[in-house]
């Protein structure tokens, strides 16, 4: 267990990411594997979808993390529940291939995975923000660069809204970056309390833009799940020259902030202007930012993973 704590100025923006995982509510090893069906080794006895959101019974969305092996830190969201089984929804693109069971690979080489409840605006921000309090999230299927924010969430004073519905309980994406907006006179500072990740980083990085739009650059919004500083020449992050990494100052004043900071990767080495930052520059944890992929000519998706400094 873990905890980082960010500061918001007042009337500002600070762009920030979770660094950690939510407890797990299962821990076990694979015991079969049929398409998206997941059978777990043992007897869990689980009720049926006590994994699947059902307000006022169940607030929260769960999914399950790959913690061993090839796709170690692959996330699939829960879609239902048996007594021992699992069914998941995957992002475009993922599967379980090459990941191993005991039925098929021997109980010593089977994969394990783990049952985390996804964040939520209410499970994140446990102490109650300044009503106003804005969270902004951007989008991840529009092409381009400086998109404005595609989902805004505010605090009403009571609970987490999008115009008039509540979302206090609406899961949020791992290893996303967002913007938190404190319209207050005073500073807030969030304290982000949670369980340190145990499997490595995953998580995946796109350009959008079709053929005709040859070499238009993408914006990510990401973070790194990690509660230590990593050096972002040990982060495996490069994956074209001329890729960015837009930095933004969470300590200065001011909403809709340009980055303080922007380093490119040239294909061998980081860089902030002519500086060479590869092992020296360091990814805060609790902050978030933005890579901006150089476009390819045709839309491409790469897998960022990573295993963390603390667990090698």
Not at 66 to 94: H, M, P, R, S, Y
Not at 191 to 205: D, E
Request: hydrophobic share 40%.
């Amino acid at each position: 267990v873990g905890f980082v704590s960010v500061t918001v100025p007042a009337q500002s923006d600070a762009v920030l990411a979770v660094p950690l995982n939510r407890s797990a509510a299962f821990k076990g090893k694979i015991q079969t594997i049929s398409s998206n069906v997941i059978t777990v080794a043992g007897t869990p006895a689980w009720t049926a979808n006590q994994f699947v959101q059902a307000i006022p019974t169940q607030n929260d969305t769960f999914a399950i993390q790959i913690a061993t092996g090839t796709k170690e830190g692959l996330i699939a969201k829960v879609t239902a529940n048996g007594t021992n089984t699992l069914t998941v929804q995957f992002d475009a693109g993922d599967d379980l291939t090459g990941v191993k069971s005991v039925d098929v690979d021997g109980v010593l080489n089977a994969d394990e995975i783990d049952v985390l409840p996804y964040w939520t605006p209410a499970s994140l921000i446990s102490a109650v923000p300044t009503t106003g309090t804005q969270l902004l999230f951007f989008p991840s299927s529009v092409a381009g660069t400086n998109l404005a924010a595609g989902t805004i969430y505010v605090f009403s004073g009571t609970e987490w809204r999008q115009g008039a519905t509540p979302v206090g309980n609406v899961p949020l994406g791992f290893g996303q970056a967002f913007i938190v907006r404190n319209s207050g006179g005073v500073p807030q500072t969030l304290s982000l309390v949670g369980s340190v990740p145990m499997a490595k980083h995953r998580t995946k990085i796109y350009t959008l833009a079709a053929s005709s739009a040859t070499n238009q650059q993408q914006d990510n919004w990401i973070g790194y799940v990690s509660p230590v500083p990593e050096t972002i020449g040990d982060l495996g992050l490069g994956f074209n020259a001329g890729d960015q990494m837009l930095v933004f100052d969470n300590a200065s004043t001011g909403k809709n902030k340009a980055a303080a900071i922007v380093l490119v990767w040239t294909g061998v080495d980081w860089k902030q202007g002519a500086t060479v930052v590869t092992n020296t520059f360091q990814l805060q944890p609790g902050f978030g930012y933005v890579y901006r992929k150089k476009g390819t000519g045709t839309p491409q998706t790469v897998v960022w993973e990573d295993l963390q400094a603390y667990l090698q």
